[in-house]
């Protein structure tokens, strides 16, 4: 005869049997399990519910390969290197690639986990193909997530469909915004380097008229010595050729004013190299203005490199792009908002009735009741009884009941049989003086 344990079948459990899944492909597998669904039950169903659940799982598995492209692309538009202009950095940064796949997965295997569980948490409404008023509004939480996951994911793909667009204007923006750093740039130094300037011209003036005078005593004493040379051959004064009075006056104011002019040269000369440090320190002081503002100028280039963050490619996006934007984003909301409308318009199939089957059974096997009951206004309100904790107290009552009359049960045999002995031999229990 065979033995109950040698009938008993592995896939069964309390009564019920669950099914297999080994016919089940993996890819199968994996979309029931991205719907929220049990492959034990699906399997056991017909075609039409685990296609219905294969469509669900799809669409939820295709999300997170569209969070994942997503994240990745903004991940790298907003931290990869900006040492180059929009249309010349077409080399990829290996660090950044490497850091924005790995964001990239970390993204879509959150976003794939959030559309899971909101699917799976979505009820079947009334069983129906009709979405009522009652069962909308029941799903507006889980709608306004999925919308908002669904445009979180819109904008970075939209950015890179429209990749090529968005690069052309925006390496137009960005000269145009370095035009503007420069020329702010230009306007703060523009009073310090006119002011600058202009004190070099005083200086600078200072010093041809210092050598202005220098030079014009020099001329007065060649012509004081042409003077000389006249007197002496008798071409000026008497007419009397010779070295005489006139001569030696004239020799005599013309060495005089030689000597002046050496004087003069000396202190002139003192004064101007003063005057020439000073020019020096002030074209050093423009000089450093013009390095400042050429620095400040490279730094004006690396920010208009900067103006190249996601924001700004979503801004351009939009204004460049028409209503391809508005269409790439409806259709992401589409895709996320989808299956939790699919989900209220699922007819109640094989696989709903198995599912509400074994909750009850499980339930039942873990001594939980649901029990009907009036409510003060007269409603009919559901609760739940936990039998299976009743059971266990009623049971330890019954052991600790037992385990009192037992003992009374004990005492009072033992307190007969002593009373019987002493009855019959007294001289035992009483102590000898």
């Given at each position: 005869?065979?033995?109950?344990?040698?009938?008993?079948?592995?896939?069964?459990?309390?009564?019920?049997?669950?099914?297999?899944?080994?016919?089940?492909?993996?890819?199968?597998?994996?979309?029931?399990?991205?719907?929220?669904?049990?492959?034990?039950?699906?399997?056991?169903?017909?075609?039409?519910?685990?296609?219905?659940?294969?469509?669900?799982?799809?669409?939820?598995?295709?999300?997170?390969?569209?969070?994942?492209?997503?994240?990745?692309?903004?991940?790298?538009?907003?931290?990869?290197?900006?040492?180059?202009?929009?249309?010349?950095?077409?080399?990829?940064?290996?660090?950044?690639?490497?850091?924005?796949?790995?964001?990239?997965?970390?993204?879509?295997?959150?976003?794939?986990?959030?559309?899971?569980?909101?699917?799976?948490?979505?009820?079947?409404?009334?069983?129906?193909?009709?979405?009522?008023?009652?069962?909308?509004?029941?799903?507006?939480?889980?709608?306004?997530?999925?919308?908002?996951?669904?445009?979180?994911?819109?904008?970075?793909?939209?950015?890179?469909?429209?990749?090529?667009?968005?690069?052309?204007?925006?390496?137009?923006?960005?000269?145009?915004?370095?035009?503007?750093?420069?020329?702010?740039?230009?306007?703060?130094?523009?009073?310090?380097?006119?002011?600058?300037?202009?004190?070099?011209?005083?200086?600078?003036?200072?010093?041809?008229?210092?050598?202005?005078?220098?030079?014009?005593?020099?001329?007065?004493?060649?012509?004081?010595?042409?003077?000389?040379?006249?007197?002496?051959?008798?071409?000026?004064?008497?007419?009397?050729?010779?070295?005489?009075?006139?001569w030696r006056d004239k020799k005599?104011?013309?060495?005089?004013?030689?000597?002046?002019?050496?004087?003069?040269?000396?202190?002139?000369?003192?004064?101007?190299?003063?005057?020439?440090?000073?020019?020096?320190?002030?074209?050093?002081?423009?000089?450093?203005?013009?390095?400042?503002?050429e620095n400040k100028k490279a730094?004006?280039?690396?920010?208009?490199?900067?103006?190249?963050?996601?924001?700004?490619?979503?801004?351009?996006?939009?204004?460049?792009?028409?209503?391809?934007?508005?269409?790439?984003?409806?259709?992401?909301?589409?895709?996320?908002?989808?299956?939790?409308?699919?989900?209220?318009?699922?007819?109640?199939?094989?696989?709903?009735?198995?599912?509400?089957?074994?909750?009850?059974?499980?339930?039942?096997?873990?001594?939980?009741?649901?029990?009907?009951?009036?409510?003060?206004?007269?409603?009919?309100?559901?609760?739940?009884?936990?039998?299976?904790?009743?059971?266990?107290?009623?049971?330890?009552?019954?052991?600790?009941?037992?385990?009192?009359?037992?003992?009374?049960?004990?005492?009072?045999?033992?307190?007969?049989?002593?009373?019987?002995?002493?009855?019959?031999?007294?001289?035992?229990?009483?102590?000898?003086?």
């Amino acid at each position: 005869m065979t033995s109950k344990t040698e009938n008993h079948d592995p896939t069964e459990i309390d009564g019920y049997r669950y099914g297999t899944v080994k016919d089940v492909s993996w890819i199968t597998r994996l979309l029931w399990y991205s719907a929220g669904a049990d492959a034990q039950l699906l399997a056991r169903c017909p075609q039409s519910d685990r296609v219905k659940y294969q469509g669900l799982g799809g669409v939820v598995l295709s999300v997170g390969f569209l969070a994942f492209f997503s994240g990745s692309y903004a991940f790298y538009a907003v931290f990869s290197p900006k040492d180059t202009t929009v249309l010349g950095g077409s080399t990829m940064d290996p660090l950044t690639t490497s850091l924005s796949v790995f964001f990239g997965l970390c993204w879509a295997l959150i976003i794939f986990n959030l559309d899971r569980f909101i699917v799976s948490s979505t009820g079947k409404g009334d069983g129906t193909d009709k979405i009522t008023k009652t069962e909308f509004l029941n799903s507006l939480p889980r709608l306004m997530m999925a919308l908002i996951i669904g445009l979180c994911l819109s904008k970075p793909l939209e950015i890179k469909i429209l990749e090529s667009e968005i690069k052309a204007q925006l390496e137009i923006e960005q000269k145009q915004y370095l035009q503007t750093l420069n020329d702010l740039s230009e306007k703060a130094v523009i009073d310090q380097r006119a002011d600058i300037r202009a004190k070099l011209d005083v200086l600078q003036g200072r010093v041809q008229k210092n050598e202005g005078i220098i030079e014009a005593r020099r001329l007065e004493i060649n012509e004081q010595r042409k003077q000389l040379e006249l007197e002496a051959e008798g071409l000026s004064g008497a007419g009397i050729p010779g070295r005489g009075p006139a001569w030696r006056d004239k020799k005599e104011n013309l060495d005089r004013m030689e000597a002046d002019l050496e004087r003069d040269r000396a202190a002139v000369e003192n004064k101007n190299q003063l005057i020439i440090d000073e020019i020096n320190e002030t074209k050093a002081q423009l000089a450093e203005l013009n390095e400042e503002l050429e620095n400040k100028k490279a730094s004006n280039e690396q920010s208009a490199r900067h103006l190249d963050g996601l924001l700004k490619r979503i801004q351009i996006s939009h204004k460049i792009g028409g209503l391809v934007p508005y269409a790439i984003m409806l259709l992401l909301l589409c895709i996320e908002a989808g299956p939790i409308f699919f989900k209220l318009m699922l007819s109640k199939g094989a696989y709903d009735y198995l599912e509400e089957n074994q909750k009850r059974i499980s339930r039942a096997a873990a001594g939980i009741e649901t029990e009907a009951y009036m409510d003060e206004k007269g409603n009919t309100q559901y609760r739940d009884r936990y039998l299976g904790v009743e059971g266990l107290l009623a049971e330890e009552k019954r052991r600790r009941d037992t385990e009192e009359h037992l003992a009374n049960a004990i005492h009072s045999a033992y307190r007969e049989k002593k009373t019987e002995d002493i009855k019959q031999r007294p001289e035992d229990y009483v102590q000898k003086g």
